[in-house]
């Protein structure tokens, strides 16, 4: 199945239909000319172009119109390389100049007209030297086992979070505010776990952990569409979920909840979240993670909760939803009888193996015709550890299906076929497509002794990765 993609309508109509006043930005680049600069808006981890200027043989340039940009984190860039990131907050604040100097733009900043963009530029810098007398301090520890970093790590620590907060005082309303905020997860505080304390390592993980799951995202402002076009709801959003939780979808359905919860302050971050998390699993990269994309799915797209998705969009979605509602990891394997090659029927809770893989061809199918070699060679190797095959032939003409399987002396597999499916992809006797979601060819699952599902949409090697592992 191609990869679902909840496309985001409200950028366009946001980028488009919310300008008001007009913005002129004035652009000195020392050191730079005769060349197009593009300014370009952040939008989770992708960027967009919407202006362009030259620059002259004296290095400026201007961006101009007589719409107003909408509020966000926009950067300025040419073909070769990325210059520099800036800030708009509102449509009353958008008519400033810029200076920079070759080749270290960033390093030479200066702001007229723009306080915020300016102490956009002095936090930057000040982080920069807080983490130089970070490196330093790491440094000396490394060299002097005595040197006690910890508490020299913490005052620094502090003074981060007072300059951060005096700066979101001072801007309040910003995006500049905003983006403070959201710029570190809220720390934990330290447990009062005493040394000597039993499984104390456990108990600190779990400390940090808890504390993890339910307040890494105080600091993100979800009601401010603002951050949707900067790269920090996004990158939040992908560190919590891919390294702060436990990768099982028990753990991570309720954690989509409480993000969306908060999401739901505003529509559009809320529209850009439910659209990140659905496409981040809907074809996860870790096997088994497909489950939170349908729980995503059933929960919230198709009960009404994505109203921005076009009906082309919510039927992608629907399809997925039905193609993958049986046959997720941990799931119990429908059951199905099909006619055997000698005749009778096999039922898939009737084989009595330790593991089940069950096999879903077309005889034609070139990367079948690759794969299906390698996976008898896997057979072949660890049936005498319980591995037994069912090979369902998906086609329905019986004669290709026989010589097939005669060819290839495939005999030593349970090899089965479903008499009544028929070509346009419904099957209308086990229903072995829909509840298998085989809808391309070859779909390999591992069920095992009690026909639960361990593996799906498996390869040769990776099969036998497992299977090792779980007949040492």
Known sequence: MKRILLSLQFLLVCLTGLYAQGYRIELTLDGLKDTTVFLAIHSGDKKYSVDTATVNHEGKAVFQKNKSLVGGMYLLATNDYQLFDFLISDEENQ????????????????????????????????????????SELVKRSEQDPLFQVADSLEVINKEVEKYIQLRRQE????????????????AAPKP???????KRDSLLWRHYYDY??????????????????????????EEYFSKRLIQTPESLNPQVDMVLDLAEANSDVYSTVLSQLFNKYVNAEIMGMEAVALHIGEKYVLTG???WLDSAALAKVQDFVEHNRYSLIGMQAKELKLQSLSGPFESVYAINSPYLVLLFYEPGCGHCKTEMPKLYDVFQRYRNKGVQVMAVCTIHKYNEWVKYVTENNYSEWINVWDGFNKEDNI???SRFREYYNVYTT???????KDKTIIGRRLDSKVLEQILEHRTK
């Open 95 to 134: 008519n400033f100049s810029i200076y920079a100097k070759a080749p270290e733009y960033s390093a030479s900043l200066k702001y007229t007209n723009s306080p915020e963009n300016q102490s956009f530029i002095d936090f930057q810098q000040y982080l920069r030297s807080q983490q130089k007398r970070v």
């Open 171 to 186: 801007y309040k309303g910003t995006l500049l505010a905003t983006v403070l905020k959201a710029a570190f997860p809220a």
């Open 192 to 198: 009062d776990i005493p040394d000597g304390t039993p």
């Open 212 to 237: 993890d799951k339910l307040h890494y995202f105080d600091g993100i402002d979800f009601s401010d569409s603002r951050i949707v076009y900067t790269p920090l709801l996004h990158s939040r959003i």
């Open 305 to 307: 909760k994505a109203s």
């Open 427 to 429: 099957s209308i006797g």
């Open 442 to 448: 070859p779909q390999v699952y591992l069920l095992d």
